[in-house]
């Protein structure tokens, strides 16, 4: 009988140490930023929180070369107090983000309801409502994949999927990796903040 016990525990000891959760497994675990790169894309499945924020909420995953070369996927959360790029209120919607910064400070964002610039002409941002729009909506209380991927070796283009359907894609100027990073937002103190990933 202490024999057995023994035979198990050593069974159940080495299954654990040959078999690791998949979270350490994945490629996506590790970020580079320079060097011989071998990370190319971020994934992480990601729940819609419930909770109507006050004003806005974003999460989300993205690969991250630098502050200039950064593209970024995920949901938002649009309050009945919101303020977005001179769109005030009026959306308590959830919304699919990409976010895509390109070699410069300037970026701009897609969302299911159109695209928020901020460039030369608009520094201080400026929403285009139903310009370009993402397809599709969220829903809350549900879990999905984000995956920021590039295509491959030496390939500048990524895509930004959401269980595998591509939202938007994007041929960068100079990256090709970058780090993989996770983030949480929220625009009010008023609003809880939880996430998982």
Known sequence: MRRRLVSSIILVVVGVILFPLPAFALNYAHGLQDGVATVRGTYAMNYVMVTQP??????????????????????????????????????NDLDWLVHIQDGSAYYTEWTSHGKYVVNSSYPNGHFF?????????????????????NRGYNSYTFDAKVNN?????????????????????????????YAHF
Do not use: Q
């Open 165 to 193: 359907y591509v939202k938007k894609t994007w041929t960068f100027t100079n990256m090709a990796y970058g780090n993989s990073l996770i983030g949480s937002e929220r625009a009010s103190l008023n609003d809880s903040n």
């Open 54 to 91: 006050d004003a806005n909420h974003v999460n989300s995953v993205y690969v991250r070369k630098d502050s200039f070369n950064v593209m970024e996927v995920g949901w938002c959360w649009w309050g009945l107090n919101n303020v977005y790029g001179g769109y005030t209120g009026g959306f």
């Open 129 to 149: 409502n139903g310009t370009e729009p993402l397809p599709g909506y969220p829903v809350a209380g549900t879990n999905y994949g984000f995956k920021a991927e």
